[in-house]
């Protein structure tokens, strides 16, 4: 395996550029490929054999593609991944168990709130992890989040109100942390940190980078170009989908080309 080939991301949809944006901060020399799998989009409310199914047939497309390693910037995914870890022969990284333990370190109390899609609340993943290092654990279902995370208009007092709503079953809850167990969500960090001002939030971003990193190192497969890497981006269903959606990214975003 070539060292200075790409690394696969996908996602259903935006909620995965944030950690393709950790990635590319911590590793900017390093090439990227990203899949916003929207033909497909939400994951969070299908089944667990649909997901598994469809993410196998993902990764067997970027391994065409001669990528080094693949992350599921996805949780939902993530949690439905057994299929395609089997089948791969290079590393693929999950998001959940770098966000939970890093949770698990960040929170005083050890009791955290989980915010994450139905389908990942579903499968326990998360609540086995923490409870696994000790954790009291609120887990909550809002697939409802993804789709307003989705909206262009995501930061406007309608979009917060409707967040409010959706979360406001965790209110009287006491946690000191909350794990934003869907990549999309941190796109709302703003409206979740008004319903929780006290609660630290947990993306997914930061912590699967880092671990990421520490893989490719002793796999001695970390890029050895000195100069930028690029980044390709990719949607399955529509690319036009994404104007004015990502002006937050660290890198520069023109919008995807078909899959």
């Known amino acids: 395996m070539d060292r200075n080939n790409p690394i696969g991301v996908f996602d259903s ?4 550029l944030t950690v393709l944006d950790a990635l590319h901060r911590l590793m900017p020399n390093e090439n990227f490929i990203y899949l916003a799998d929207d033909a497909y989009f939400p994951y969070g409310r299908k089944s667990g054999e649909e997901i598994e199914n469809r993410i196998l047939q993902i990764g067997k497309q970027f391994q065409k593609r001669d990528v080094k390693a693949l992350v599921i910037a996805c949780n939902t995914a993530s949690a439905n991944s057994h299929l ?3 089948w ?8 959940i168990e770098p966000t939970a333990l890093f949770a698990c370190k960040q929170s005083r109390s050890k009791r955290i709130a989980i915010l994450a899609t139905d389908l990942t609340i579903k499968t326990g993943t998360y609540q086995n992890i923490l ?3 000790g954790a009291e654990v609120f887990p909550l279902p809002g697939s409802g989040l993804v789709e307003l995370a ?3 208009n995501r930061k406007s007092r309608e979009i917060a109100l409707l ?3 959706i979360i406001s079953p965790l209110q009287g809850a006491d ?3 909350i794990v934003l167990g869907c990549t999309h969500f941190g796109l709302l960090s703003e409206a979740i940190g008004e319903v929780f001002p006290k609660a630290l939030q947990v993306g997914c971003g930061e912590p699967t980078a880092n671990q990421l990193r520490e893989i490719l190192a002793s796999q001695n ?4 170009r000195l100069e930028n890497g690029k980044i390709e981006l990719y949607a399955s269903g529509n690319p036009s989908a994404y104007a004015g959606k990502t002006d937050w990214l660290s890198f520069p975003f023109s919008g995807p080309n078909k899959w």
């Open 221 to 224: 497969l970390l890029a050895d």
């Open 150 to 152: 989705e909206n262009p």
């Open 13 to 16: 949809g935006i909620g995965g």
């Open 131 to 133: 409870k696994r290092f």
């Open 88 to 95: 791969s022969k290079i590393p693929v990284q999950s998001v």
């Open 163 to 165: 967040v409010r709503e």
């Open 84 to 86: 395609l870890r089997s």
């Open 175 to 177: 946690f000191d942390t």
